[in-house]
């Protein structure tokens, strides 16, 4: 599988952006998919996930603020990120992965994408 991320930029505090993930392959809509981000000198975080079925998950961080979704006749997942803040910088990546109950495990990675909320 590839997937080939969009949509990244610089953005002020307060605003919003959507990321776009474009993945190759037929069954599409039976993957399981996630955004993460990676700042520097940290590890990559999981940012949030979207089941088959299209049911949606999220880190605390940015629940409320952040929407996971998909396309399945463009074999497209998205992220709209809203109220951006400065800590929000990174590098974001898709990824297509599995759950095992409620833990995902990461697969296949795509291209980062930087993402840079000015104060």
């Known amino acids: 599988v590839q997937l080939q991320a969009s949509g990244g930029g610089l953005v002020q505090a307060g605003g919003s952006l959507r990321l776009s993930c474009a993945a190759s392959?037929?069954?599409?809509?039976?993957?399981?998919m996630a955004w993460y981000r990676q700042t520097p000198g940290k590890q990559r975080e999981l940012v949030a996930t979207?089941?088959?079925?299209?049911?949606?998950d999220y880190a605390g961080s940015v629940k409320g603020r952040f929407t996971i979704s998909r396309d399945n006749t463009k074999n497209t997942v998205y992220l709209q990120m809203s109220s951006l803040k400065p800590e929000d910088t990174a590098v974001y990546y898709c990824?297509?992965?599995?759950?095992?109950?409620?833990?995902?495990?990461?697969?296949?990675w795509g291209q980062g994408t930087l993402v840079t909320v000015s104060s």
């Open positions: 990824n297509k992965g599995f759950f095992v109950g409620n833990y995902y495990y990461p697969r296949n």
């Open positions: 392959g037929s069954t599409f809509s039976s993957y399981e």
């Open positions: 979207i089941r088959e079925g299209d049911v949606p």
